[in-house]
């Protein structure tokens, strides 16, 4: 028969640990599937910019640690680059999205936002069961990253977690 007062109440919840650095490794995970190496290297990133003093939000010290190679940041008025990051990624998984006309013609930019952009990449990645996720940023910036459809869920549970305002990117807006 056990003692009551030897009850641990530091364990660990179904095996995972709930720390933010577990989180954080989780999200790398997700965000980078079928590729582990990359998600560490960025994980390393992340500890050294914890260690440097970053006491930004996790989600901020994350953006940093993934632009361009798992997820994107890119300036409000710069539909062009939001472009290029979602291509970008999209040929992580030998992907090309269809952005219904010519990215590289300047008259393509001219009836486009950044919702609209957002819900074609959402809808083509969906197809080949991708899900792009947006983020709130603290400036005037999109944000977001891809992951595989079926980890969706987790993704939810991860971003309530570590306080960060996900939403699917055909949610933009």
Do not use: K
């Not at 933010?20 to 960025?42: C, F, K, M, Y």
């Not at 992340?46 to 939000?57: F, L, Q, S």
């Not at 190679?69 to 939001?82: H, I, Y």
């Amino acid at each position: 028969m056990r003692d009551d007062d030897d009850f641990d109440d530091d364990r660990e919840v179904d095996g995972e640990d709930d720390s933010v650095e577990a989180q954080i490794w989780r999200l790398l995970l997700l965000i980078n599937p079928g590729d582990e190496e990359t998600a560490l290297q960025q994980f390393g990133e992340y500890r050294e910019a914890v260690a440097e003093g970053g006491d930004a939000e996790p989600v901020a010290l994350i953006a940093r640690v993934i632009d361009w190679r798992s997820g994107f940041m890119v300036a409000e008025d710069d539909l062009r680059s939001l472009v290029q990051a979602l291509d970008e990624l999209a040929t992580r998984w030998n992907l090309s999205i269809d952005w219904g006309g010519d990215p590289d013609d300047d008259d393509y930019f001219d009836d486009a936002d950044a919702g609209s952009l957002l819900g074609i990449a959402y809808d083509r990645l969906a197809e080949s069961g991708y899900t792009l996720w947006t983020w709130e940023t603290d400036d005037d910036s999109y944000a977001g990253w891809i992951t595989l459809t079926r980890d969706s869920e987790p993704m939810r549970e991860l971003a309530t977690a570590l306080h960060i305002n996900l939403r699917p990117g055909s949610d933009f807006g």
